[in-house]
């Protein structure tokens, strides 16, 4: 999906950025940097349609209206304590325009061809509440890609989770980038993780850049260089 | 036993008795139904809160001479359920304080109005009678009847139909957002369904007691199930045995209807605590 932020300010009420301009193409992974209150959560939920934007606007392939995004929050921040079952909550990605009781037998199957893709489909049964963190984000990241596969928004996918859970996550989405071509968007507060999977940055630092990572990187090599 | 079972069955021939027992046990259905998900997403109390509203709106009935005090208590209880969920998303006052000030003032004014301009000869009776229930499941009127089972089966089935947007919106309401949910309805659509079940179960357990009817089954259900499936249907099967059995044995011991259902819950929960405790 094309992902294009016009002029937009953020915020609630007060705006906490503003001005905020950049163009995604379909394939682009992109890294929002920034220390915490820049408004790098907020741009996404302004992203997502879960807070409108104060001033600018977002347009999806060209469209003011988005119809279905991948989100992978926090696993921290979803209800820890909830009664499901693995296979419940990844089903639950694509369930929200279905009505009545039952899954249909086509969401069942891709519920379990995007578990088996991720390493997860044997915990199908098991209760959502007695995983660890690390397999709790899987069970996230399935959700989301059930909800759909062009567009990808990431909230610091690996917060909270121990050095292999970590790697397997980014394993997992380079992956979805280099072999789906999926759009991701990452918050992340790992600059050197950042560099190595995005093909863009945004630092909400100000003053705000959007840059390609190569441009990205060079600016941080002429700054370094000045200090010294 | 022999002795029960005939003063069951004698007490079986009435149809008081009959309305009371299909309406208990459906209201029931209906409150744990709601229950998971409002245990769930933390809004226990605004069932609570609500119950206290629709005894201020009774009260108000009552001193209005309305010949039927349910539809209005219905209509009032829902225009404040969505004005507490429209307002306590306000950062100015938080739901808490709100669900508070609304339960506390209407339960001072009701009570207020009624010592007013009540013209009954029993006011303190009147009120126990809405706060704790206590006779009136067994006083129904046939109206009531009606209202209570059409309203009962009409959630039943709008909950059935838009249960996956019930689980959402208990699992992750910014999820189900950012995948194109019109959340703020399905939230709308919960305040209301809330605030029809509590009018109804105020004529089962009274208005002081209808949280039990929410958070017991569910809770009890949450500790021996694992998917969100099992909760539902085993918090509904809770309740209505509940329910069904509370009614019997008060009218066999003579005790008050709603204690005596919300006991039976009570009871319910610590057998399955003690259960799962042990197997752990």
């Given at each position: 999906m094309n992902l294009e932020c016009i002029d937009l300010s953020i915020g609630y009420?007060?705006?906490?950025?503003?001005n905020i301009n950049f163009t995604l193409a379909q394939g682009d992974f992109l890294c929002v940097l920034g220390a915490n209150g820049t408004g790098k959560t907020t741009l996404i939920k302004t992203i997502l349609g879960i807070m409108r934007p104060l001033a600018g606007e977002v347009l999806y392939d060209g469209q003011k209206e988005h119809c279905r995004i991948a989100y992978l929050p926090?696993?921290?921040?979803?209800?820890?304590?909830?009664?499901?079952t693995v296979g419940e909550v990844v089903l639950s990605g694509m369930m929200v325009h279905h009505h009545g009781f039952f899954y249909g037998q086509k969401a069942k199957k891709k519920a379990d061809d995007i578990m088996r893709s991720l390493n997860i489909r044997d915990l199908k049964?098991?209760?959502?509440?007695?995983?660890s963190g690390g397999q709790r984000q899987r069970v996230l990241l399935a959700r989301a890609l059930c909800a759909d596969n062009e567009l990808l928004v990431v909230d610091?996918?690996?917060?909270?989770?121990d050095a292999q859970a970590k790697e397997q996550m980014y394993a997992m989405l380079a992956k979805l980038h280099q072999e789906e071509n999926m759009t991701i968007i990452m918050i992340s507060h790992d600059v050197q993780q950042a560099i190595r999977y995005a093909t863009h940055i945004l630092d909400m630092q100000a003053p705000m850049m959007f840059l390609s990572k190569e441009h990205y990187i060079k600016n941080k090599q002429m700054e370094i260089s000045s200090w010294a | 036993m022999g002795v029960i079972w005939d003063k069951l069955l004698y007490y079986l021939q009435y149809p008081f008795v009959i309305y009371a027992l299909i309406v208990g046990v459906l209201i029931s259905l209906v409150a744990s139904l709601l229950g998971v998900t409002l245990v769930i997403k933390k809004y226990s109390l605004l069932g609570d809160g609500l119950s206290h509203v629709a005894f201020g709106a009774m009260a108000i009935a009552a001193i209005l001479h309305f010949s039927d005090e349910l539809p209005f208590t219905i209509v009032v209880t829902i225009i404040s359920a969505i004005f507490i969920l429209k307002k306590g998303n306000?950062?100015?006052?938080?739901g808490d304080a709100l669900v508070a000030m609304f339960s506390v003032g209407s339960l001072a004014l009701g009570y207020l109005g009624l010592s007013l301009f009540?013209?009954?000869?029993?006011i303190s009776g009147d009120v126990c009678t809405t706060l704790f229930g206590s006779t009136s499941i067994l006083t129904l009127t046939l109206t009531d009847v009606v209202i209570s089972v059409v309203c009962s089966l009409l959630i039943i089935l709008i909950y059935l139909i838009n249960y996956h947007q019930f689980f959402a919106l208990s699992f992750d309401d910014e999820h189900a957002k950012a995948s194109g949910m019109n959340t703020d309805r399905y939230n709308l659509i919960l305040a209301v369904i809330t605030a029809v079940v509590i009018v109804l179960a105020m004529n089962l357990v009274g208005s002081l007691l209808i949280s039990a009817l929410i958070v017991f089954p569910a809770l009890s259900a949450m500790r021996v199930c694992t998917s969100f499936r099992s909760v539902t249907i085993a918090a509904s099967l809770l309740s209505m045995l509940c329910a069904f059995s509370g009614i019997v044995i008060s009218i066999l011991a003579g005790t008050p209807v709603g204690p005596t259902i919300v006991a039976a819950d009570m009871f319910v929960y610590v057998l399955v605590c003690l259960w799962n405790g042990g197997k752990r």
């Open positions: 009420r007060q705006p906490i950025a503003e926090q696993h921290l921040n979803v209800q820890q304590e909830f009664p499901a049964k098991r209760s959502y509440k007695q995983l610091e996918p690996v917060n909270g989770l | 306000n950062a100015q006052l938080s009540s013209t009954s000869s029993n």
